[in-house]
């Protein structure tokens, strides 16, 4: 399993995954209607370039030619800390390893930029709660945020500090 930092030209990988994943990953805890206008929204190609540009950096998780995962982070976000803006790992293979490579890959840049942390927002209702707890991350806060068309994201703020 490799972890690479994507290029422009991989965004539509980035996209593809994305709907793959999201309807197993949210397809109980968001109507349906909501997780239609989210990916819409978030992965686009133009909102996905929009984010690198200004700073996300891409990882793509490869193993044999084969793209199991994403993810997408941003050094010095705020307070000298790294933001994960996103993880995600294809479904049938979680469990394996892939999430705490990227997770491992991502606190090293962090590091190696002296932040201090890593941060980053969760759904209150996601599984993924326990996978970031067992990488040491704690809940700091939990936070409701509009994201327009009278839809809301509930999510707890984790943490991870060095």
């Excluded at 995600?88 to 979680?94: A, D, R, S």
Aim: glycine share 6%.
């Amino acid at each position: 399993m490799t972890i690479l930092e994507a290029k422009k030209e991989q965004l539509s990988i980035i996209k593809d995954l994305a709907f793959l994943i999201w309807p197993i990953a949210y397809g109980k805890i968001l109507s349906k209607n909501q997780l239609d206008y989210m990916l819409d929204k978030f992965y686009s190609i133009s909102f996905l370039e929009n984010q690198m540009n200004t700073g996300q950096i891409f990882l793509l998780a490869e193993n044999d030619g084969v793209f199991n995962g994403f993810a997408s982070y941003e050094l010095n976000c705020i307070e000298n800390k790294t933001k994960i803006h996103k993880l995600y790992v294809v479904p049938n293979i979680q469990g394996i390893g892939i999430g705490k490579k990227i997770v491992d890959y991502i606190k090293l840049e962090s590091q190696k930029n002296n932040n201090s942390g890593i941060f980053l927002n969760v759904n209150r209702f996601n599984t993924a709660i326990e996978f970031y707890e067992k990488q040491n991350f704690i809940i700091s806060e939990s936070v409701n945020i509009e994201i327009g068309n009278g839809f809301l994201m509930e999510d707890f703020v984790m943490e991870l500090t060095f």
